[in-house]
């Protein structure tokens, strides 16, 4: 997905298809040529600090000031987490809501509640857009406003995308959130 100032965003799944929680996940695209040379290499993290077996999670990929190229390889080299373990918190999107943003990209809104009984912070929503053919077009994350949502409780959420290849017209969601220490 190009943006207006020449950069190329790559999005696409990253799946834990091992055996442990993966930390930090991170993909690594390569640009070649039509001679395979390599010409670039971006790389991106997920939004999601962790992820567990069996997961997914949608993953951007930034290659700055992208030159034209032939293809793209990608590498990712997964390392497990050491110190800790993963906490998943039974977080819901209710009422979401992708519409044409007032002058470009897309809004997603609605609310987020914290289904748990423990208090949460930091809730990461991404929403990965896919047009009728199901294709990916674009993803859009963020933060609602906000930062600790009580045991229950529910937050008001408006985040913005402007990034897209093609027209969304539906989406799929993927929720985080880190526990109040």
């Given at each position: 997905v190009p943006d207006r100032i020449g950069n190329v965003y790559f999005i696409g799944i990253y799946k834990n298809t091992g055996e442990a929680a993966i930390d930090h996940p991170r993909v690594e695209a390569t640009l070649w040529d039509a001679k395979k040379q390599k010409i670039?290499?971006?790389?991106?993290?997920?939004p999601f600090m962790n992820l567990l077996p069996g997961e997914e999670v949608p993953i951007k990929i930034l290659v700055q000031h992208a030159p034209a190229y032939e293809s793209v390889t990608y590498h990712v080299a997964p390392e497990a987490v050491r110190l800790g373990s993963p906490t998943r918190f039974k977080i819901a999107v209710e009422?979401?809501?992708l519409e044409p943003a007032p002058f470009s990209g897309y809004r997603l809104s609605g609310m987020v509640r914290n289904n748990d009984s423990s208090e949460v912070r930091s809730v990461h929503i991404v929403a990965l857009l896919l047009d009728a053919k199901r294709s990916i077009v674009g993803m859009i994350d963020g933060f609602p406003g906000q930062r600790q949502i009580p045991a229950g409780d529910f937050s008001p959420f408006s985040l913005?995308?402007?990034?897209?290849?093609g027209t969304p017209s539906t989406f799929v969601l993927y929720t985080s959130a880190s526990p109040i220490r």
């Open positions: 670039a290499v971006g790389a991106g993290f997920a009422k979401p809501k913005q995308g402007s990034i897209l290849r």
